[in-house]
């Protein structure tokens, strides 16, 4: 029982962080809090298959900031609960969220085997969100952040090192392996935003960037 509660709270440490990182981002995004909020399912990707989307939003918006929420390995039957909860409250506060079911693009079940092709796969399909959620109306394509934890983490960090639209990540736990590469240290929580980005991804699991982000 003790071990449980220890667990548990360490969970909730855990969102709270990344809740708080993200309100941080707010701040640098200028958000203004907007009315109650609404949710869609939709496709919002195709890589080899179809990727489905959960888009939280407040009901009106006009030049909101998008945040996409990237779960990590246990898959969308573990973070979904949290994760749509943290997305009704970024809405509540003027964002466009997006939480992607990127394992659907690789037709996988929760908890994956880590392979190189499996994190090509999920890589693209986030810059397909990327793609998608910056052309929702109400969106401003120059406000757009990512973030993750765990694997979820590892990709939205890899993806903003390449993508010169990610203006703000937050990671909670970023780490990962495949068989190509040795496995990386993971870091417990990390939040790089404009003009920082630059330095930080410099730094950032040198290995992986030179593999898969874009020049």
């Given at each position: 029982m003790p071990q449980?509660?220890?667990?548990?709270?360490?969970k909730f440490v855990t969102l709270a962080s990344m809740f708080a990182g993200l309100?941080?981002?707010a701040r640098l995004l200028a958000v203004t809090p907007s009315p109650p909020t609404m949710t869609e399912?939709?496709?919002c990707a195709r890589s080899t298959r179809p990727v489905i989307c959960d888009v939280v939003r407040p009901v009106t918006s006009d030049s909101a900031p998008l945040i996409v929420l990237v779960h990590g390995r246990s898959g969308m039957s573990f973070y979904a609960e949290r994760l749509n909860g943290l997305a009704r409250r970024l809405a509540m506060s003027?964002?466009?969220?997006?939480?992607?079911?990127?394992f659907d693009a690789t037709g996988d079940p929760d908890k994956p085997e880590m392979t190189d092709e499996r994190f090509r796969v999920w890589l693209e399909t986030l810059g397909q969100v990327i793609d998608f959620g910056s052309r929702l109306e109400g969106?401003?394509?120059?406000?757009?952040?990512?973030?993750g934890f765990s694997l979820g983490a590892y990709l939205s960090v890899t993806r903003a090192a390449?993508?010169?639209r990610v203006g703000a990540v937050?990671?909670?736990?970023?780490?990962?392996?495949?068989a190509l590469t040795a496995p990386i240290r993971c870091m417990v929580s990390a939040s790089y935003s404009r003009p920082r980005k630059k330095i930080s991804r410099a730094n950032f699991c040198p290995t992986w960037r030179a593999r898969y982000a874009e020049p």
């Open positions: 449980f509660a220890a667990n548990a709270r360490s309100m941080i981002c399912h939709v496709t003027g964002f466009v969220v997006l939480i992607p079911h990127y969106v401003d394509p120059k406000r757009v952040g990512l973030s390449g993508d010169a937050v990671s909670s736990s970023a780490c990962g392996t495949t």
